[in-house]
T-cell receptor, first 115, second 112 residues
Framework: DAGVIQSPRHEVTEMGQEVTLRCKPISGHDYLFWYRQTMMRGLELLIYFNNNVPIDDSGMPEDRFSAKMPNASFSTLKIQPSEPRDSAVYFC?????????????FGEGSRLTVL | GENVEQHPSTLSVQEGDSAVIKCTYSDSASNYFPWYKQELGKRPQLIIDIRSNVGEKKDQRIAVTLNKTAKHFSLHITETQPEDSAVYFCAASIGSSYKLIFGSGTRLLVRP
């Protein structure tokens, strides 16, 4: 397996624009997580899905953020409209059955810069 | 709310010395405690984890200890090498859920 795949790797956009980040989890993993990483706030959990269903979105900062998982192999995180304070690295991670292993497998991240 | 505190924020050691990073958690129902290593510009990767039914776990030069009564756990790296230089994150599960809350990270520098 190629691991968790995220796109784009880098995105530079202007304030007010819509941003869509994409993630393909590892095949067979039932859980998908979106994290945001900044120097000030560290790794923050935004939302996670189980079997394509959003389980906990309490970390989503505000209504400008939305996430979907239309099928087991694809998820998106959308920011509309974007603001400079959204600049961060956004990581997607997936995990299999926690009874076997709790390991989170992270993608390489999407570095977002909002000007 | 749930919280994981990590100390120190930076740690500099001489090659060959040991390094210890400590974390405390707030949710007494937490039962899973992993440690991740993140090299500059890279993704976090799991290096070791421990579940609440175990007090200590070791894998070559790294070990993790867990004190459930005191709600703290620690990462120990012995015989440090320059390639151990990275940011290390502890994490704790929230109760019996599948959420992981991460500590703020420790930047470890191993001086050759």
């Amino acid at each position: 397996d190629a691991g968790v795949i995220q796109s784009p790797r880098h995105e530079v956009t202007e304030m007010g624009q819509e941003v869509t980040l994409r993630c393909k989890p590892i095949s067979g993993h039932d859980y998908l997580f979106w994290y945001r990483q900044t120097m000030m706030r560290g790794l923050e959990l935004l939302i996670y899905f189980n079997n394509n269903v959003p389980i906990d979105d309490s970390g989503m900062p505000e209504d400008r953020f939305s996430a979907k998982m239309p099928n087991a192999s694809f998820s998106t995180l959308k920011i509309q409209p974007s603001e400079p304070r959204d600049s961060a690295v956004y990581f997607c991670a997936s995990r299999g059955d926690v009874r076997n292993t709790g390991e989170l497998f992270f993608g390489e991240g999407s570095r977002l810069t909002v000007l | 709310g749930e919280n994981v505190e990590q100390h120190p924020s930076t740690l500099s050691v001489q090659e060959g010395d040991s390094a210890v990073i400590k974390c405390t958690y707030s949710d007494s129902a937490s039962n899973y405690f992993p440690w991740y290593k993140q090299e500059l510009g890279k993704r976090p990767q799991l290096i070791i984890d421990i579940r609440s039914n175990v007090g200590e776990k070791k894998d070559q030069r790294i070990a993790v200890t867990l004190n459930k009564t005191a709600k703290h756990f620690s990462l120990h790296i012995t015989e440090t090498q320059p390639e151990d230089s990275a940011v290390y994150f502890c994490a704790a599960s929230i109760g019996s859920s599948y959420k992981l809350i991460f500590g703020s990270g420790t930047r470890l520098l191993v001086r050759p």
